[in-house]
């Protein structure tokens, strides 16, 4: 793939045109309030005793957002219950998947809590939520425009405000641990979970690496983007012409570019230049509105993915920013 999107230097300077929909806070706070309400308490049930010696790895159910239940992996090294806990959020498509597959952060010293993103996990790794009442178990969905003409009732508020609740359950499950506050990682749509969850919870999210981020100055991407799953929305209002407005009005209220003004943890981001999935512009919307410490890491050659070595340069950054005890 060229370099589609604008140089570097233009990317370093631009911002969303997008305008921010007034009272954005308190309608988010309502949001989550409305969940906190509808929440039972978390359950905790042992995965494979002693197969991930030395960690403890539970399979854990909190309440997200409506009041659904949330699936997730939490991983706690065995002796030190002070250990600072990182939440962990998934690309679209997949889900959870299996502990397997994220024991380099409790290998170093970290708790661990990775959120399994309802009505997905049916592509490239596996999930086990359902989307509420909307089905049984996990999908291989197209959900960007699921419940689009409303931000009551999109599927990435629902996902969002799991994301929120899922910073209390850590707080729950890290007990002395969370005494630093709680780290937020992800790529792509896990990217901006981190966001979202930084931005909603500012008053204890202290580190965000958000990789390649999804859903940032979304009513940009929808037009740029040539590949799914921005994709999914101008396919659909194609056809549904009326409902143009109040999908352009809904993308607002979930627009990462816009979220990330209230962020106050130390962020670590990167781009690639040659992505045709998150237009590089795009990330460069939710960048460049964060007024907290940050750092960008741009790889001119790469598409929608980094760099191997570029989990040497987080890991760098979370030792620095959130040492492991």
Known sequence: MPWYDMPLERLREYRTSTQEPDGLDDWWAGRIAEARALAEPLTRTPHQPGLYDPFQVDDVEFSGGGGDRIRAWHFRPRGNAAAP??????????????????VL??????????????????????GATPDGGTGTGPENSLVMTRGIT????????????????????????AGSGAGPGIAV????QGGALALAAAALRPDVVRV???????????????TLAPHAPYTEIPEFLAENTKLIEPALNTLRYVDCALLARRITATTLVSVGLMDDI?????????YNEITADKEIAVYPYSDHSCPRGHTERQLAHLGKHFPAR
């Open 278 to 286: 998150c237009p590089p512009s795009t990330v460069f919307a939710a």
């Open 105 to 126: 952060l409790p290998a170093l010293g970290y708790a661990l809590l990775v959120m399994d993103t309802r009505g997905q996990g049916g592509r490239w790794t596996s």
């Open 208 to 222: 965000c690496h958000a990789d390649v981020p999804f859903l940032c100055d979304i009513q940009r991407a929808i």
């Open 185 to 188: 990682t992800g790529g792509s």
């Open 85 to 102: 806990m990182v939440v962990k959020f998934i690309g679209y498509g997949g889900g959870r998947g299996v502990p397997a597959e994220h």
């Open 150 to 173: 409303r931000p009551e009732d999109y599927y990435y508020t629902r996902l969002f405000t799991d994301a929120a609740l899922a910073i209390d359950t850590a707080i729950k499950l």
